[in-house]
Structure formats: C-alpha cells, structure tokens
C-alpha cells in the first residue's frame, strides 16, 4: 500500500476516535434576565442550580462563559433550543459554537 493511503486511513481512524469538539458559549446582553439565564443554563446545558448561577454571574460579568463542549450536531441542537427559547420569552440571549 502506497504511503498516503495508510496516512488517510490512519487519520480516518483517529477521526473515528476523537471527532472534533465544539464549545458552546452564552453571550451576555443588557436585557435577558439573569433568571432567565439561569433556566436556561439548567434547562438545556443541565447544569445544578449553583453552577448555573455562577456560569451566569460569569457571562454577566466578562461579556460570554463557556456552558459546554460537545460534538458538532449536539452543540449546534443546543444553540438552536437557546434561539428559539429565547424568541418564545422575548429575550436577546444568543448562544455561539466554537470549535475547541
Ligand atoms: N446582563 C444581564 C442582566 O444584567 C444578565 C445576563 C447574563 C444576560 C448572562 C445574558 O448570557 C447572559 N440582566
């Protein structure tokens, strides 16, 4: 076997292991509550109470905060079900992916 196929399939294989992960922040804004968000953080990152108070507190305080990292589909499903919550309430909330 030539040489770049043994190199394609080994990284195949390396991509089957280890698929690339994406981090899922929250931005901060001036107008969603801070209730609001810390629903959201229990709600759709399933997080306890307290470290979504302080995840919130976070995104409050340096303008975004990581909720989780996660695999392209999931992270992209968890900033869809942030959008559409948040246009249900009326709030500005945005959620970003971001490869790890
Ligand atoms: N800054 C908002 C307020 O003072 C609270 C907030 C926190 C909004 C985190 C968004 O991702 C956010 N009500």
């Not at 609001?36 to 995104?59: N, P, Q, W």
Request: with cysteine.
């Amino acid at each position: 076997m030539i040489e770049h196929e043994l190199e394609s399939e080994l990284s195949e294989e390396i991509e089957l292991k280890k698929p690339k992960m994406y981090k899922v922040m929250l931005l901060n804004d001036d107008y969603t509550s801070m209730e609001f968000v810390v629903s959201t953080l229990m709600g759709i990152f399933h997080k306890s109470e307290e470290d979504a108070y302080a995840i919130m507190l976070r995104i409050h305080n340096n303008g975004s905060g990581l909720c989780g990292v996660y695999t392209y589909e999931i992270a992209e499903t968890k900033v869809a079900h942030v959008s559409n919550s948040a246009k249900k309430s009326k709030f500005p909330l945005r959620a970003v992916m971001e490869e790890e």
